[in-house]
């Protein structure tokens, strides 16, 4: 596609409750990362993806999350027995290749998605 | 481990003036690169401008440009002849660069500045 795509724009959940995110990377992007924004917050690192592994896991905040990506392409984000606190706004961002560092043009770089707004009730 | 700190969290500035966001940050690296990401209502991170460390020369887009001080470990943004559209959320942001073995290329950002443009 076009850019990256992230669905539900909006997911309400009930607390402890499963739930999975998804993003759609630009085509042809081999590396993925997620991040959280929580209210108020910047953005945190959660996960980087280059390919189908996972090389860097270091900001998954508990056991209760996990993430995958398969063909080197969709990767889904899982929270299990969500809390209240894991309620933010979940984004997704691509690149052309490990190394590439967000340059100005559409085609090139570090692309985010619009988010998922994660509410846990 | 490198933070970032945005010490405005809301500013505002009329239509057509020009107006500074702060950002500091602290890092032992020397090579490193450093951004300004725009999040408007939509919530999608859209890039602004980006400045490389090893560079001397302020990084300039149009309307948009940098005071990168690489002593004072500061890297502000000047917004010039401020637009209606120009309204959103602004993120200072830090990455390690490829020397550093970093691997992962991941972005430090700072909590933001919510930047309101007055008609």
């Known amino acids: 596609g076009a850019g990256v795509s992230q669905s539900p724009s909006n997911k309400v959940t009930e607390k402890g409750k499963d739930v999975e995110l998804r993003c759609d990377p630009i085509s042809g992007h081999t590396a993925l990362y997620w991040y959280r924004q929580s209210l108020g917050q910047g953005l945190e690192f959660l996960i980087y993806f280059q390919g189908n592994s996972a090389p860097d896991k270091s900001g998954l905040p508990s056991d209760r999350f996990s993430a995958e990506r398969t063909g080197g392409s969709v990767s889904t984000l899982t929270i299990q027995r969500t809390q209240q606190e894991d309620s933010a706004v979940y984004l997704c961002?691509?690149?052309?290749?490990?190394?590439?560092?967000?340059?100005?043009?559409?085609?090139?770089?570090?692309?985010f998605g619009s988010g998922t707004r994660l509410t846990v009730v | 481990a490198q933070t970032v700190t945005q010490s405005q969290p809301e500013m505002s500035v009329q239509e057509a003036e020009t107006v500074t966001l702060s950002c500091t940050y602290d890092t032992s690296e020397s090579n490193y690169y450093l951004f300004w990401y725009k999040q408007p209502p939509s919530r999608q991170m859209i890039l602004v401008i980006r400045?490389?460390?090893?560079?001397?020369q302020n990084a300039t887009e149009n309307r948009f440009s940098v005071n990168f001080q690489k002593a004072a470990k500061s890297f502000s943004l000047k917004i010039s002849d401020s637009q209606l559209g120009d309204t959103a959320m602004y993120f200072c942001?830090?990455?390690?660069?490829?020397?550093?073995?970093?691997?992962?290329?991941?972005?430090?950002f700072g909590k933001g500045t919510k930047l309101s443009v007055i008609p």
């Open positions: 961002a691509s690149s052309p290749q490990q190394g590439s560092l967000g340059g100005l043009s559409s085609n090139y770089g570090y692309t």
């Open positions: 942001a830090f990455m390690m660069g490829p020397s550093t073995g970093a691997g992962s290329y991941q972005l430090t």
């Open positions: 400045q490389e460390a090893y560079k001397q």
